[in-house]
């Protein structure tokens, strides 16, 4: 008979055993971190440098320090000691700073659980916008999956290829002249998307207009996605006030 837990690799008593307090503690940590199975974040290098008992993370290449070796264990603290666990296909963890279930699949990677992980969200405010159809800056409030995406400010460079929904919400506002038309779209590679153009005409400067674009798209990876506005009519002023992106992994 096996000594450990065909699964998680947990160790059985036995009569032979000898420190069997030991044995059972470490088998009590190692259920705590797993069902519980919560994370930081899946970006983390090396050991952070004041950690607090029950804190745990996915460790990320190149590991360093205490943790070499140990890529994409889950390290955990507890006793002011680190334990790992070794991740096995089906393991599923909440990750707190990507706001979404991460789960160890078939090709040994943590990737975000299919059914509406949020990939990637970013908000903006106050985006004074020209008659020269550009791309939106993005505020960096808002964290990114960095295993999905880069930021580069404007854009997102989707690093692994598939399909993604992509959904943007703007808010026009109106702060200088009236009747002015404007206009947004999806941009991948800086072309625009087929389908994406949206319009709307904002009439005072107390009105505020909301247009949405929802789209699939089939990306490869490497793809730059942005969003781009403009207004139309020179000699007046317009801001995107409270603009949204959401990028969802199908």
């Not at 420190?19 to 952070?48: G, H, Q, W, Y």
């Not at 020209?130 to 460079?157: H, P, R």
Request: hydrophobic fraction near 45%; glycine fraction near 6%; charged fraction near 20%.
């Amino acid at each position: 008979m096996s000594s450990f837990t065909p699964r998680l690799a947990l160790s059985f008593l036995s009569n032979g055993a000898g420190d069997k307090v030991t044995l059972v503690n470490e088998t009590f940590a190692s259920l705590d971190c797993i069902a519980s199975a919560a994370v930081e974040d899946r970006i983390t290098t090396s050991p952070p440098a004041s950690p607090a008992n029950g804190d745990a993370y996915i460790i990320a290449a190149p590991a360093i320090g205490a943790w070499l070796g140990k890529e994409k264990s889950v390290a955990y603290r507890v006793l002011n000691q680190w334990r790992y666990i070794e991740p096995i296909e089906g393991l599923s963890v909440w990750c707190r700073t990507e706001n979404a279930w991460l789960v160890y699949d078939s090709s040994e990677s943590w990737k975000l659980r299919e059914g509406g992980a949020i990939c990637a969200m970013y908000s903006a405010a106050a985006i004074t916008l020209s008659t020269t159809m550009a791309d939106i800056v993005w505020d960096s409030t808002i964290k990114v999956d960095s295993q999905l995406f880069i930021s580069n400010g404007s854009s997102f460079e989707v690093r692994e290829a598939g399909e993604y929904l992509v959904m943007c919400d703007l808010t026009f506002d109106l702060t200088a002249g009236t009747s002015i038309p404007c206009e947004a779209q999806l941009a991948v590679n800086t072309v625009a998307v087929a389908g994406s153009h949206a319009r709307c005409t904002v009439t005072t400067a107390i009105d505020k207009v909301t247009v949405s674009i929802n789209r699939v798209l089939t990306l490869s990876a490497d793809t730059l996605i942005s969003v781009q506005a403009r207004y139309t009519t020179n000699g007046s002023q317009l801001v995107a006030d409270g603009a949204r992106l959401t990028i969802k992994r199908l």
